[in-house]
């Protein structure tokens, strides 16, 4: 059973900066892809970023790309976010996710319906 856990949110002014980490469990992490996603209050859930098996490959959206870092240690099974520069359209709730394929595709890392593992969120609030 594949866990995800994720941990680092709270609240920082604009400019700042935050480091989201997701502990997974339950599963072999070099055989997954990994990604980040966030949703806003009334909003679609979004990808922000995503990493292959390896850390080959990374993914970003457009919005953060330049200020958010994926990053990935197969060793000790974490998944990290270093988020810098935050703004307040920022504020969501963090989710990380992962699903079973080595490369999580140019096109479909940011589609949420190809993940099948969820963590609970984390809530990153940026204040003007």
């Known amino acids: 059973q594949v866990q995800l856990v994720e941990s680092g949110g709270g609240s920082v002014q604009a400019g700042g900066s935050l480091r989201l980490s997701c502990a997974a469990s339950?599963?072999?992490?070099?055989?997954?892809?990994l990604g980040w996603f966030r949703q806003a209050p009334g909003k679609e859930r979004e990808g922000v970023a995503a990493?292959?098996?390896?850390?080959?490959?990374?993914y970003y959206a457009d919005s953060v790309k330049g200020r958010f870092t994926i990053s990935r240690d197969n060793l000790k099974n974490t998944l990290h976010l270093q988020m810098n520069s935050l703004k307040p359209e920022d504020t969501a709730m963090y989710y990380c996710?992962?699903?079973?394929?080595?490369?999580?595709?140019?096109?479909?890392?940011?589609?949420?319906?190809?993940?099948?593992?969820w963590g609970q969120g984390t809530q990153v609030t940026v204040s003007t």
């Open positions: 996710a992962a699903v079973l394929r080595t490369f999580c595709g140019s096109l479909s890392w940011r589609l949420k319906d190809e993940y099948n593992h």
């Open positions: 990493i292959s098996t390896n850390a080959g490959a990374t």
């Open positions: 339950g599963y072999t992490a070099d055989r997954y892809c």
